[in-house]
T-cell receptor, first 116, second 111 residues
Framework: GAGVSQSPSNKVTEKGKDVELRCDPI?????LYWYRQSLGQGLEFLIY????????KSGLPSDRFSAERTGGSVSTLTIQRTQQEDSAVYLC??????????????FGPGTRLTVT | AQSVAQPEDQVNVAEGNPLTVKCTYS??????LFWYVQYPNRGLQFLLK??????LVKGSYGFEAEFNKSQTSFHLKKPSALVSDSALYFC?????????FGKGTRLSVIA
């Protein structure tokens, strides 16, 4: 079946502009995660959605970052007034709560964001 | 707080030789441990996980990992490395979601 998809695959933007990154999780997966992967760093957790519960935003680095998940499916990560340090690969993952947890996460290919 | 350490940025191994990629963790309570692999220009792929039970966990592509509670380690192993195993490997821990990842270890298998 279809995996997690993300768009765009690459995004180049000028400092100060806003960007939106999209994630389509695997159909039926109730949990959705956003991570950031910077060069030489591991994956940094940003935000987590689980069903209709309030999202866990504890990983968002600043108030310039926000995310929505509409209808329990597609999610959009928005970065306002982008800065050069926002340049990274943004990864989305989803997981199911069927069976015994914890549940492995399935990752999309990522969006490479470059802020010039 | 949960944390994961991957002490080696880079591991080089000859094709056909056994490989080990190291991971140690820190978590309060029972650890749930994962290994993921990232091939160039691709997303992370799940390899295996430890929840409870046998300390030796078998996963995809012939990989296995050994959970050692006393040493708080979860090293990834494979008896015979392939050139196609060359990739970036991430260890992750979860006491609860979301996962906390290590910084990754780049594995190079040389023919």
């Amino acid at each position: 079946g279809a995996g997690v998809s993300q768009s765009p695959s690459n995004k180049v933007t000028e400092k100060g502009k806003d960007v939106e990154l999209r994630c389509d999780p695997i159909s039926g997966h109730t949990a959705l995660y956003w991570y950031r992967q910077s060069l030489g760093q591991g994956l940094e957790f940003l935000i987590y959605f689980q069903g209709n519960s309030a999202p866990d935003k504890s990983g968002l680095p600043s108030d310039r970052f926000s995310a929505e998940r509409t209808g329990g499916s597609v999610s959009t990560l928005t970065i306002q007034r982008t800065q050069q340090e926002d340049s990274a690969v943004y990864l989305c993952a989803s997981s199911s709560k069927r069976g015994t947890g914890p549940y492995e996460q399935y990752f999309g290919p990522g969006t490479r964001l470059t802020v010039t | 707080a949960q944390s994961v350490a991957q002490p080696e940025d880079q591991v080089n191994v000859a094709e056909g030789n056994p490989l080990t990629v190291k991971c140690t963790y820190s978590v309060s309570g029972n650890p749930y441990l994962f290994w993921y692999v990232q091939y160039p220009n691709r997303g992370l792929q799940f390899l295996l996980k430890y929840i409870t039970g046998d300390n030796l966990v078998k996963g995809s592509y012939g990989f296995e990992a050994e959970f050692n509670k006393s040493q708080t380690s979860f090293h990834l192993k494979k008896p015979s490395a392939l050139v196609s195993d060359s990739a970036l490997y991430f260890c992750a821990v979860s006491g609860n979601t979301p996962l906390v990842f290590g910084k990754g270890t780049r594995l190079s298998v040389i023919a």
